[in-house]
């Protein structure tokens, strides 16, 4: 069993910058790939960054040049650092692995809004 724990999120103005890390627990840590989602109002559940245990990552069209995904395999941790939001990012944010099986966190959520 794996368990993930978001932090990082709350209220952030238009233009502003938050970081979201993301850490995994539990019997089996070697993770195909991590990644971020999120679920606007109103909205499904979104991919919005991947990164795989090489290091590749996809980027929603959305958030490219603004959001940036790292992982630490040594520490299974998996961040998002969000610049320039907009109030369209405004989102549940949920952290996913992916090791053969899924595991999501439980989300943290943020806010853009002046």
């Known amino acids: 069993q794996v368990q993930l724990v978001e932090s990082g999120g709350g209220l952030v103005e238009p233009g502003g910058s938050l970081r979201l890390s993301c850490a995994a627990s539990g019997s089996i840590l070697t993770f195909d790939t991590m990644a971020w989602f999120r679920q606007r109002p109103g909205l499904q559940r979104e991919l919005v960054a991947r990164?795989?245990?090489?290091?590749?990552?996809y980027y929603a069209d959305s958030v490219k040049g603004r959001f940036t995904i790292s992982r630490d395999n040594a520490k299974n941790t998996v961040d998002l650092q969000m610049n320039s939001l907009k109030p369209d990012d405004t989102a549940v944010y949920y952290c996913?692995?992916?090791?053969?099986?899924?595991?999501w966190g439980k989300g943290t959520l943020v806010t853009v809004s002046s």
């Open positions: 996913h692995v992916f090791n053969g099986l899924n595991y």
């Open positions: 990164v795989t245990r090489l290091g590749s990552t």
